[in-house]
């Protein structure tokens, strides 16, 4: 069985830039959430897709965007970096995505983000 | 919304001992209470969960209790090791919501 998987593992940009990141959902999961979490947090919410549809978001503004593929797979965009985006990004499957919510949910081990 | 707040951020204790973290929740809607566990470098991975159908679970050295009067739960480690040592995350999320939200960590240190 294939865990979650996320790329770039590390990577840096600049104020202003843009960045995608990718996640590869566990086997059999068809929901992918993204979290933030900040050095010495815990993971913020910021969405979830189910069939290839936004299905929850968290506070976070609209420059924080994603996208999941027909093969469960995702990607999160975010636009116009501000260095307090610096952060752990972690995709999280589940094979929730009917509304309960109450899936466990399996992490990958994330992207980090350094925003300059 | 939900905000959940965990306590205490920091624990140490000899090998052995007990462990024992707390987490209050502010939605009396919110009916599943996972917790997980962070290594560093790596994601968290779930350890135990429990649902407001019940009072509390057990998984051999680790326990979970809920009290929904008062809107708490706790993780209770027993007879701790080294290799507990990690980030101890509490979360807690409302059916039909897809917002799952989770405490600010707990560091525990068991020392040998």
């Known amino acids: 069985e294939t865990g979650v998987t996320q790329s770039p593992t590390h990577l840096i940009k600049t104020r202003g830039q843009q960045v995608t990141l990718r996640c590869s959902s566990q086997?059999?999961?068809?929901?992918v959430s993204w979290y933030q979490q900040a050095l010495g947090q815990g993971p913020q919410f910021i969405f979830q897709y189910y069939r290839e549809e936004e299905n929850g978001r968290g506070n976070f503004p609209p420059r924080f965007s994603g996208l999941q593929f027909p093969n469960y797979s995702s990607e999160l965009n975010v636009n116009a970096l501000e260095l307090d985006d610096s952060a752990l990004y972690l995709c999280?499957?589940?094979?929730?995505?009917?509304?309960?919510?109450?899936?466990?949910?399996?992490f990958g081990e994330g992207s980090r983000l350094t925003v300059l | 919304g939900e905000n959940v707040e965990q306590h205490p951020s920091t624990l140490s204790v000899q090998e052995g001992d007990s462990a024992v973290i707390k987490c209050t929740y502010s939605?009396?809607?919110?009916?599943?209470f996972p917790w997980y566990k962070q290594e560093l470098g790596k994601g968290p991975q779930l350890i135990i969960d429990i649902r407001s159908n019940v009072g509390e679970k057990k998984d051999q050295r680790i326990a979970v209790t809920l009290n929904k009067t008062a809107k708490h739960f706790s993780l209770h480690i027993t007879e701790t090791q080294p290799e507990d040592s990690a980030v101890y995350f509490c979360?807690?999320?409302?059916?039909?919501?897809?917002?799952?939200?989770f405490g600010a960590g707990t560091r525990l240190t068991v020392k040998p």
């Open positions: 999280a499957s589940s094979s929730a995505g009917t509304g309960l919510g109450t899936g466990e949910l399996f």
């Open positions: 086997s059999g999961h068809n929901t």
């Open positions: 939605d009396s809607a919110s009916n599943y």
């Open positions: 979360a807690a999320s409302i059916a039909k919501n897809n917002d799952m939200r």
